[in-house]
C-alpha cells in the first residue's frame, strides 16, 4: 500500500511539473497544488519535519518576517484590496509551493528526494528538447540560420521565451551542481559521460533558440562557480590537464556571448540609447505609455524598444521607490501604482519595470526588501556549508538555483506568479534534502574531498 501510495503522489508530482511552465494551467496547477498539499500533510514525519526546521531555521524566519511585513503593510497601503488580492493569488501559492517541497521530502517512506529530482529535471528536459525542435525544424525547412533571432525566439511550450529561458537555464543549474562534482571525482546522478554531454549540448541549443540575453547572466554565474571551486579544489596541484579544463569551461561561455552579440542585433545600439533612455523627463510619454512613438538616437534611427524601456524603467523605478520607501503593497504592478501616484491616470500606463529586483522593491519598500534579502542571505550561507560531503550534491544544486534566480532578478521580472512557485518549490525541496535525502554519491577517481573544499564541514 506504502509503495502504491508513493508511486501515486510521484505521478501527481509529474503533471504538476510537466504543467507548471504551460499557460492556461492555473486551474489545473492549483487544484493539483491543494490535493498534494492535502495528500502529504497526512503522511508528515513529524521528526524528519523537526530536523529540517532545526537545520534551516533562520531561513524559516527570515521567510516568516517577510510574509508578516506584506500584511503589515496593509494597514497604510492605499491599494490594500489589490495587495491582499496578490497576496493570496501569488504568495501564498508560492509558500504552498515551498511546502510541498519540504513534505514530499519529509512524508513517512516512500520516495527517494533523488527520484523526484531526476523527474522534475526530466520535465526541465522535455521543454529544452521541445525548442530545440522548434528551432530546428525552422531551420531545415528554410535552409539558413535564423537571422539576428529577432522576431524568430522559440518558446517551447511555454508562453514565451523567457518563460523557455527560465527552465533551461534552472537544467543547467541541475547539470552544472553533477558537473563540479565529476571534475572532483564524485558522481551524484545515475548519468554517464555520454549522457551528460548529450544534455549540455542539448541545453546551449535551446539557449540559442530562446535568445534571451538576459539568460548569460546565468550562464557567467555558473561558469565563475564551476571554475572557482574547480580552481580551489586542485589549487596544490593545478596540472596541464586541469588548466585546459578551466581554459574549455572559459572559451564555451565567451563563444556562447559572442554568438549572442553577434546575432543579436539590440547589443549595437545599446551605448548610444543610455543617454537617451535616461532622460525620461525629454521623453516621458514614450516610456509611460504603451504604443506611444519612441524616440531617436543621435544618428536619426529609431531606438531599439527593449534597450530604451528597460533603462528608462529602471530609473524611474528606483524614483518610485525613494518616492515611497515603504512600498505600495505586494502585488507585480505596483510599479503602474507608483505612476499613478506621480503622474496621474494614463490610458496604457505601464505597469512593471521588467526587473524583479525593481518590482518588489516598489511593492515591499525598503523594510521588505531588507527582509526578503535577510532570507535570501541566509539560504546563501546556509548552502555554502554544504558543497560537500554527503550533503554534496544537494549543497551545490541549491546554492545554483539561488544565485541564478538571484542574478536573473536584478535583470528580468522572474519573481512572479508560477515562476516564483517553481523556485520556491525547489529551494525549500533542496534544503530538505540537505538534511533528509539520500547522499547515493559514488567516488569516480581523485583523492577523497576533506581538507581541500571550500567550506568546512557543518
Sequence with gaps: MENRSSWAALSLFAVLFFIWPIAHTIALRNVLLFVLALWLGFQWDRERARAILAAWRPVAWGLALFTAWLFVELLFTPFWREALSAIQGQWLSALLSGFLGVAIV????????????????????????????????????????????????????????DKSNYLTNMALDLLVAELSLRLEG??????????????????????YFEAMRDGLIDLVVLAGFLIARFVYRHRQQFTLRRRLIVAGIVFV??????????????WDSLYATIPVAWNTAAHRKAWLDAGTPLPLLPNGHLVAQSNYL????????????????MGLGYSRSAFGKALLLRFGPSPRMATSTNNGLLNLAVAVGFPGLILWYLWYGLLLRGALTRLHGKTGYWGRALLLVALDAGSRMLVDANMQDYMLEQFLFLLCFLCASTVIGQNNMTSTKGPPQGRHDIMPTQ
Design 106 to 161: 519529509a512524508r513517512r517512506g516512500g520516495l527517494s528526494p533523488r527520484t523526484v529530482l531526476l523527474l522534475f529535471f526530466g520535465t526541465l528536459i522535455i521543454q529544452a528538447v521541445v525548442v530545440d525542435a522548434q528551432g530546428l525544424l525552422w531551420m531545415i525547412h528554410h535552409a539558413q540560420f535564423p537571422h539576428g533571432l529577432a522576431g524568430r525566439r522559440w518558446k517551447g511550450l511555454t508562453a514565451g521565451p
Design 186 to 207: 564524485e558522481r551524484f546522478l545515475p548519468i554517464s559521460r555520454i549522457v551528460m554531454t548529450a544534455l549540455f549540448a542539448l541545453l546551449l541549443l535551446s539557449f
Design 253 to 266: 561561455v565567451l563563444a556562447l556571448i559572442g554568438l549572442d552579440l553577434a546575432f543579436d542585433h539590440r
Design 310 to 325: 528597460r533603462i528608462a524603467w529602471i530609473k524611474e523605478g528606483f524614483k518610485s521607490l525613494f518616492d515611497f520607501p
